[in-house]
């Protein structure tokens, strides 16, 4: 069964850093674009980064330009997201997802709860 956990998680005081982890089994994950999106309470869900497969290229939503930074590391089948500088307004819950366009294929991990706060 395929897997996404992510961890990492945690509070964090405004201006800290925290680096989420997603570690992917069970699908060949070279072949997915995978990215982290967030959802805060009462909020849509909302993509935060995403990565292409192999790496070379990366987006990130206007709000976490500059502060987050999306990596991935093919050997170990995991992704990364490094958040510094972190604001109130960056709580919420993360998600790793995981994207194959042809065929069709997606996975969603569990989540991993970031707050910040004074």
């Known amino acids: 069964q395929v897997q996404l956990v992510e961890s990492g998680g945690g509070s964090v005081q405004p201006g800290g850093s925290l680096r989420l982890s997603c570690a992917a089994s069970?699908?060949?994950?070279?072949?997915?674009?995978m990215s982290w999106y967030r959802q805060a309470p009462g909020k849509e869900r909302e993509l935060v980064a995403d990565i292409t497969g192999t790496g070379d290229k990366t987006n990130y939503a206007d709000s976490v330009k500059g502060r987050f930074t999306i990596s991935r590391d093919n050997t170990k089948n995991a992704v990364y997201l490094q958040m510094n500088s972190l604001k109130p307004e960056d709580t919420a819950m993360y998600y790793c997802?995981?994207?194959?366009?042809?065929?069709?294929?997606?996975?969603w991990g569990q989540g991993t709860q970031v707050t910040v706060s004074s």
């Open positions: 069970r699908f060949t994950f070279r072949r997915y674009v």
């Open positions: 997802n995981a994207l194959r366009r042809l065929p069709l294929s997606e996975f």
